[in-house]
T-cell receptor
Framework: QKEVEQNSGPLSVPEGAIASLNCTYS??????FFWYRQYSGKSPELIMS????GDKEDGRFTAQLNKASQYVSLLIRDSQPSDSATYLC????????????FGKGTMLLVSP | GAGVSQTPSNKVTEKGKYVELRCDPI?????LYWYRQSLGQGPEFLIY????????DSGLPNDRFFAVRPEGSVSTLKIQRTERGDSAVYLC????????????FGPGTRLTVL
């Protein structure tokens, strides 16, 4: 059974700082990874997908993938209080690439 | 454009009752997924449809849970003889299918079994 591990946090950073969120996964087969943001009481919102080793940037967000180390991270530059949320990492499940296994999420708190 | 919609947003029922939860995916998305999420946990996969057929139902916890998607669009998750442990947020997601697996979630249905 695939496992996706995240530190539950909370990760606290001051406004304007870089927030670094990390995720590890248990197998070497996964080809794609996804980061979702979930505000309290809301559903997950897709913010980044990454399929290749290296970095992928989208605005203030950078996803980093290292398949050899089975590690994927999300960097948020110039963190804002509105970034305060739980960030979920997801990877395709063992049962098929179409379904996702999620980590428990890391809570990020950005203080003004 | 319209996102994934789910109804009802909240459902309170009594133990032993039957419930139906509805999901309307993004137009043109052939793949539809049901997940459920408990407090402090990530979403947990239940069932995946590609078109009208259930391509993977390995996440359904037992035979009280069943889902259909008769016309390849709207899906209904059905739970028989509800138990208090079924209380959770039930999330529906859709994607274009194929190798594009970017899944977009609806707002969820919060189910409370008393």
């Amino acid at each position: 059974q695939k496992e996706v591990e995240q530190n539950s946090g909370p990760l606290s950073v001051p406004e304007g700082a870089i927030a670094s969120l990390n995720c590890t996964y248990s197998d070497r087969v996964s080809q794609s990874f996804f980061w979702y943001r979930q505000y309290s009481g809301k559903s997950p919102e897709l913010i980044m997908s990454i399929y290749s080793n290296g970095d992928k940037e989208d605005g203030r967000f950078t996803a980093q993938l290292n398949k050899a180390s089975q590690y994927v991270s999300l960097l948020i530059r110039d963190s804002q209080p509105s970034d305060s949320a739980t960030y979920l990492c997801a990877a395709p499940s063992n049962s098929g690439y179409s379904t996702l296994t999620f980590g428990k999420g890391t809570m990020l708190l950005v203080s003004p | 454009g319209a996102g994934v919609s789910q109804t009802p947003s909240n459902k309170v029922t009594e133990k032993g009752k039957y419930v139906e939860l509805r999901c309307d995916p993004i137009s043109g998305h052939t793949a539809l997924y049901w997940y459920r999420q408990s407090l402090g946990q990530g979403p947990e996969f239940l069932i995946y449809f590609q078109g009208t057929g259930a391509a993977d139902d390995s996440g359904l916890p037992n035979d009280r849970f069943f889902a259909v998607r008769p016309e390849g669009s709207v899906s209904t998750l059905k739970i028989q003889r509800t138990e208090r442990g079924d209380s959770a947020v039930y999330l529906c997601a859709s994607s274009l299918g194929g190798m594009d697996n970017e899944q977009f979630f609806g707002p969820g249905t919060r189910l409370t079994v008393l």
